[in-house]
Nanobody
Framework: QVQLVESGGGLVQAGGSLRLSCAAS????????MAWFRQAPGKEREFVAA????????NYADSVKGRFTISRDNAKDTVYLQMDSLKPEDTAVYYC???????????WGQGTQVTVSS
């Protein structure tokens, strides 16, 4: 059974930084694209960033481009999201997800809360 466990969330002031981690276990990680999503209160879940299995290719939502960096360590089965210059509108529950082979995402973590105060 695949498990994705996020950590690193918390309360930070605007302009600050946080680093989220997502540790994978129980299944294939190194050959799968991974992604981060977020969901703010009263809003739909939205895509934040994704990274290829090799880590060589990444893409970001326009709202976080230049401020967030996704990376992975395949030796540790872990994907990271470095978040800098945080804004109050970044407040949300952040989820990591494993991409399914043919598209979409087949496993999700439980989420970690990020709160940015103004």
């Amino acid at each position: 059974q695949v498990q994705l466990v996020e950590s690193g969330g918390g309360l930070v002031q605007a302009g600050g930084s946080l680093r989220l981690s997502c540790a994978a276990s129980g299944g294939t990680f190194t050959t799968r694209r991974m992604a981060w999503f977020r969901q703010a209160p009263g809003k739909e879940r939205e895509f934040v960033a994704a990274i290829s299995s090799s880590g060589l290719n990444t893409n970001y939502a326009d709202s976080v481009k230049g401020r967030f960096t996704i990376s992975r360590d395949n030796a540790k089965d872990t994907v990271y999201l470095q978040m800098d210059s945080l804004k109050p509108e970044d407040t949300a529950v952040y989820y990591c997800a494993r991409a399914y082979v043919t598209g979409g995402y087949d496993y999700w973590g439980q989420g970690t809360q990020v709160t940015v105060s103004s």
